[in-house]
């Protein structure tokens, strides 16, 4: 086991110096193309040369291979990894740390990302197991067909008629019967309150968990249809095992392995924030600063975010591979 999670840490190292080196080959491209993006610095003022030349010197932008059409820059490139490995990853274009817009960014998306888990395990554990459970039943074809229909609801649909046509009245019916100071009419409150953020982050939560939850139905439900066909669950079965013993032991446990892959998918995917859901309930999340900052041209903000992105993406996937060999003795590491 030791050798094989030192190995993968080197592989995390590899893939995370390729990720790195190709956003910095598409952001040089684009700068070589569209031209240097310190302009954006001044926004609709028109700056002498003097001022972009202090920007671009401000913020490595005054190699001149960003003028040669086809150069890799691999200077810069080099200069923004030493950067990097100090813990300095730069400031966007008005002189704002990077890592404190992750910082004050990185909590809210979380906060999504755990609500959105919480929705996912419960709706996909409990009726994937039963659908699975009583394959071909009647109760088996309607949540099959129930995961269908929310597949084939877009989830920007959803959050619309939440916030325009149903969070307002909720809203207003918590307020009064609950009071203005109370709990309830948080949750239902149209947009973020940065004072409560729990609170304003359930309902989205749930919504982009339902959303999401019909592939995790499936999934489930394929796993443990699987699992019941095995020879362990035979075995246990021919022992005089209780069912319950048997279902949660052998085929809960064993059919947990796509499962923990899904969940950090959805960890990788929630750090990068539901762009959509933060952006209609106007959550400051990983989400809502990346997409500002591509539409800024913030250069050194996109470049910082998307590597810190990166970085935990592969971190989490280190600990799926190795949580497999727990949840299956059947894996091996060699």
Request: proline share 4%; charged share 15%.
């Amino acid at each position: 086991m030791g050798r094989y999670i030192a190995r993968r840490v080197l592989q995390a190292v590899g893939t995370l110096l390729l990720v790195m080196l190709l956003l910095h080959l598409l952001t040089t491209v684009a700068i070589q193309l569209n031209g240097n993006p310190a302009q954006a610095f001044f926004g609709d003022k028109v700056a002498s040369p003097t001022q972009l030349a202090a920007v671009e010197q401000r913020f490595n932008l005054d190699d001149p291979c960003f003028d040669q059409v086809g150069n890799p820059c691999l200077g810069p490139f080099v200069e923004r990894l030493g950067q990097y490995a100090r813990g300095d990853f730069g400031t966007n274009l008005r002189g704002r740390e990077v890592s404190d817009i992750v910082a004050a960014a990185a909590p809210n998306t979380l906060r999504l990302f755990c609500v959105v888990l919480i929705t996912w395990l419960a709706l996909g554990m409990v009726l994937g197991s039963v659908a699975a459970r009583r394959r071909g039943s009647t109760g088996d074809h309607g949540i099959r067909l129930t995961s269908v229909l929310i597949d084939a609801f877009p989830v920007f649909v959803l959050l619309i008629v939440y916030r325009y046509v149903v969070a307002v009245p909720l809203h207003r019916w918590a307020e009064e019967t609950f009071g203005e100071d109370s709990w309830p009419p948080y949750w239902f409150k149209p947009s973020f309150d940065a004072d409560h953020p729990w609170a304003t982050v359930v309902v989205p939560g749930i919504l982009l968990g339902l959303a999401g939850s019909a592939a995790f139905i499936r999934l489930v439900r394929a796993g443990q249809l699987e699992a019941y066909q095995g020879d362990h669950v035979r075995a246990a079965r021919s022992k005089g095992l209780a069912e319950r013993h048997v279902v949660v032991h052998h085929v809960v446990r064993n059919s947990s392995v796509p499962v923990v892959t899904a969940v950090g998918l959805t960890f990788a995917e929630a750090l990068g924030g539901a762009v959509i859901t933060e952006g209609l309930m106007n959550i400051y999340g990983m989400g809502g600063v990346l997409w500002e900052a591509v539409r800024n041209d913030d250069v050194g903000l996109v470049l910082g975010i998307v590597t810190l992105l990166a970085a935990v993406t592969v971190v989490v996937m280190i600990v799926v591979d190795i949580a497999y060999a727990v949840l299956d003795p059947r894996i091996r590491y060699d």
